[in-house]
Structure formats: structure tokens, C-alpha cells
């Protein structure tokens, strides 16, 4: 997730700190260094994280915006300058429109602010407890502030480093970002689940079958390039974007699983079902940016072995040609999935929907259409008028369907002597089963009841057939 550095600049900043030596250190100069290790971690081993810093006193300044480029980090850091009085709420006011600005809403991040911690406890709080404060233990110090540092980036910045395998072939991979622990909303004690460092593809299914799935998170997936004594040397580059660092590790001479991998999914236009831990399970997939470059990513699915409901249990899915038949049919091509329901869902079904005032207006206009071109627009009329009362009611709009019908009474009421004598048999019928409705009898409030025309011995017009 995106980091946001919060650096305050006021005057409290340049207060001087007692350390061991003659060599004076004020308080700005221990945040630069502890951001400084911060950068220089980030840069080497979590460059694919995007960075912004921010200072401010009374007011806020963004100094660098979002960026991988942590040279320019360190070189606004190193040049800040110091300004008046501290207001923490402004900052915070205006980190979160920098943010909603670069990521939208949705996106969860990480903010680390030096000096001003006091009110940050209500605020984790009122954030429902994600978060954590970062504190000295002992004195304020240059080698408290490395411990300091040290525990962030252990607990926030830390790659995450896996084995892929499938079968007898296996390849070393970094996870970015960090798959962070989930929690389970079904079980009574629910405890933290972690994507585990072995990652075990247990099959291949067509992209089409799969669909777009609900995932949890999504995670770029990255060889690891080794050098010939055998030392990892990381997935970053100087000045490489996130495409040119992924293409260039997949060019290497040297074979790499995870090179075909991608490769495979992309050319056969699959993906592969991988195994995150016990009853857990995500998939590989490749995805192409705007740019037409493709990056090997990995989606988390929710815990469980039927996240996937048209899939159906995952332990049970096996290669098609163990099956007695082949369920892609005889050379159609047609995929078995989604598997059809038995049973017709309702919300398989056209509803009617009124999220303003206008889509109710509409749906009451044309039935007032209708009835006056009765006889003639008989069945039409009947059919919007039963979709209205089925509408209301589902959502207990009993108030609406006494409405209407009183509309249609006074519509009856303004038929012209030239109107055909079935119309106004029909209206004051529809008008009395609206009201029956609204009544709550359960006999003509039921949902599955239609409103019929009314039988007559007029002919012509089409007015004396039932629905």
C-alpha cells in the first residue's frame, strides 16, 4: 500500500537533544536520520513502494508526491526548512486529500508522522483499531531512533519471499505488496490467517470459467535474481519503472519457472489455482497494463475451499479428461461453468428499482398511458400495472398502491363519451383490486397474485381475454 511521511517543521523540531560527545543533535536532525535508514531500506529491498512526504506546522505543504524515486525523497528531506507552530489536524486534512486524490477511497495507507503522537491513540481508535504507534524505548537518542526504524520496517517494510512450485518445478519469487493476515467473519474464534512462504499450484483452469472472482487483495509476483555465487540481489533496479524491473528479470539467460509460468498463462490464456495454506487457496494470472506490458499477478481469495460458488469446492475440481463425459461438450467448446442453480434465484429476475423520484414517476405514467388506450392496450396495461404491485409490494409501499388506485378512478371518471364501454369496466376492476391490495388481505396481497382483466360480454378490442 501507498506510504505518506508526515515530517513536522516547526519550531519544536530544532530543539536541541543531549547526547554522549560534543557533537549537538536537535530534534529534526534524529527524524531525517531515522527517515533516512527508512529510504535507504525501502530503496533497496521495497522499491515498488510509492512514497509521498508532507511537512508542516500550522499549515501543510506536499513536497514530493507519490514517486519510487527515493533520491528525490531524501533530497527534499535534507532541504526542509522550519516554519512556525504544530497543527496535526491540518496535516491529517490534507494527507487524506492527497491520497483521495492519487488512490480514491478505497485504498488503505501508510502514514508515519515524527513528533505529535499524543492525539494519534484516538485516532486508531476511531479507525477501529488499525494502526500502530511507534515509540523510543529509553532516552531520545540517534541509536533509539535506528531501534525505532528497525522495528518499523521489520513489521511494515519487510519483502515477502516464496517458493512457487508446481510438481518438481519450483522457482524463488518476492509477493508484492506484503499479503497481510486475514480474519474469518464465519468462525466464533476466528484467528489471523497467513499466506505461507511455500506456494503449491494444485491445477490450470481456462480464464473464461473462472470469470472475475471477489478477491481479497492483489499482489504483483516477481522472480528473485540470483547471482552465480548464489546470493539474492533483489527485484529492484536503479531507475527502473515496476514493468521495465519485472520484464528485464524475466529476460535473464538463466531458466526460470516463473518466466514460463507467465509465459504459458498469457500465450493459453489461463490461469492456475494456487494453494495459500490450509483450505485457502488464490490464483496466478497474467495481466497487461495500458502500456501492453504484462506482470505475473496473484489474487487472494476468501478463506474457504468454496469461495467460488459456480466453481464449487476447489478440492474436488479435477482434470476434464477423468470425466466419465467431457463436459466442454463434443467440440462446441462450451464452457460447464457457471454451473446453473436448480432453482431460479430471484434476483435472477428483471426487478424494479426506485432510487429517485423520477423512476417511480415513470413506471406510474405509463400505466396511466395504457389506460387510456383500453381497450386496445389491455394486456400491456395489465402487465405494468402487476409489475408495479409486485414493486411495492416487496418494498411495503402500501400507500403507493392506494395512490394509484385512486388515479385510475379519476382516470375513469375523465373517460370521453367516445370511449369504448370495456375501459371503464377494466379501470374501476384494477382500481379495487389496488385497494384490496393495500388493505393487507392476504388473498389479494399475496406476491405471486396477478391482477387479471375483468371478463365481459363486450366484443372487440381484445379487453375480454384473460391473462
Known sequence: MPTVVLMDSSLSMTRPVSV?????????NLAVHGLTMLFEHMATNYRLEFTALVAFSSLWELLVPFTRDYNTLQEALNNLEDYDKTFLESALQGVSNIVQQEWGTSCPCQLQATDGMDNLEQLISINGGEGQIYTMEGPLCLKNVQSMFGKLIDHAYSPFHAVLRCGNLASDVQVFPRPEPVLSDEEVDPMPKTVQPDLEIVGFIEIGDISSPPVLS?????PIAVTKEGDEIGTGATDETEEETATNQMAGKSPNFCVLLHGSLKVEGMVTLVQL???WFGMLYSQADSKKKSNLMMSLFEPGLDPLPWLGRLSQLGPASDAAENPYGEGDGKSPFPIQPKHKRSYA???????KASGLQTDVQKILRNARKLPEKTQTFYKELNRLRKAALAFGFWELLKSVAELLERECTLLPDSAHPDAAFQLSHAAQQLKLASSGDSKYAAFEHNITPMLTDFSGGGGAERM
Open 20 to 28: 554522549e560527545g560534543s557533537e549537538e543533535f536537535q530534534r529534526k
Open 218 to 222: 492483489r499482489h504483483l509476483v516477481l
Open 277 to 279: 495454506g490450509p483450505e
Open 349 to 355: 429476475q428483471n426487478v424494479t428499482v426506485w432510487i
